[in-house]
């Protein structure tokens, strides 16, 4: 599987992509959430990136300007994924991400999403064997009473035969996860962390050996400071109001 260039150096994603995205195409996806889940029909990541193409060039770019980014299957789930799961959106996206962090970063309610979506998977798959029943029914008399002998679809006569509009995914979901938990988890190790450098030239730069363990940040410190001295100075203060008489509480 080729990986996506998403996230790796590519352009970066504009308002107008983040809004079409997560407002007009995630919720029809299989990573819609709330009352989209039942509402709205399911589409696979390809359709996503069919139609972020399409759209973009309707109402977002001059003519023959060319596209932004190769919009792929993957590279939309991998964006979905990063930004909702990995809680990594772009500056772009602002709150349009809101509500699938939200679910992501919830296990509870990742697991009532999928409960949700297998169960709406079913029952319309359900419904599509009921119409096609239905429709053997009828083509049987229809056939019968014409005294056709020639038969009927086969796609109306065997259920075991996929629906005609059931979509490509275009790509293995789960291996996509395994790659991109195996490239953040090699990202966030010690040894992928780059090193600060030290330059010879430029007395500021400090050198990038360990430093020695301190109690507190230079800002906590002297915030204590000041606070010693403040109080200092009050107890000096009320020492003298006392000597001269003029009292002090």
């Not at 772009?90 to 169960?119: H, M």
């Not at 600060?196 to 430029?202: E, H, L, T, V």
């Not at 009050?234 to 009292?247: F, P, Q, S, T, V």
């Amino acid at each position: 599987m080729k990986p996506s260039t998403v996230g790796k150096g590519g352009k970066a994603w504009i308002r107008e992509e983040e809004f079409l995205f997560w407002k007009q195409l995630v919720p029809y996806s299989k990573k819609r959430v709330g009352d989209d889940i039942e509402n709205n029909e399911e589409h696979e990541w390809p359709w996503v990136a069919e139609q972020m193409r399409k759209r973009m060039r309707e109402r977002f770019l001059k003519e023959g300007e060319p596209d932004r980014r190769d919009y792929t299957g993957l590279a939309m789930f991998e964006h979905y994924w990063q930004s909702a799961r990995h809680r990594r959106p772009t500056p772009a996206a602002g709150r349009f991400v809101n509500r699938y962090c939200n679910c992501e970063g919830d296990p509870e309610q990742v697991a009532k999403r999928d409960e949700r979506l297998i169960a709406v998977r079913e029952k319309r798959r359900q419904a599509r064997r009921s119409s096609r029943e239905k429709a053997r029914e009828e083509a049987k008399k229809a056939a019968k009473k014409a005294g056709d002998n020639s038969g009927i679809l086969p796609s109306i006569e065997d259920d075991s035969i996929e629906d005609d509009d059931v979509e490509d995914p275009g790509f293995d979901e789960d291996a996509a996860i395994r790659d991109m938990e195996d490239l953040s988890d090699s990202e966030s190790s010690p040894e992928a962390r780059p090193v600060r450098r030290r330059n010879a030239g430029n007395r500021r730069n400090r050198s990038a050996s360990p430093k020695p363990e301190h109690n507190g940040t230079l800002g906590a410190r002297r915030r204590a400071r000041q606070q010693r001295e403040e109080k200092e100075r009050r107890d000096h203060n009320l020492e003298l109001y006392k000597k001269l008489g003029a009292g002090g509480e």
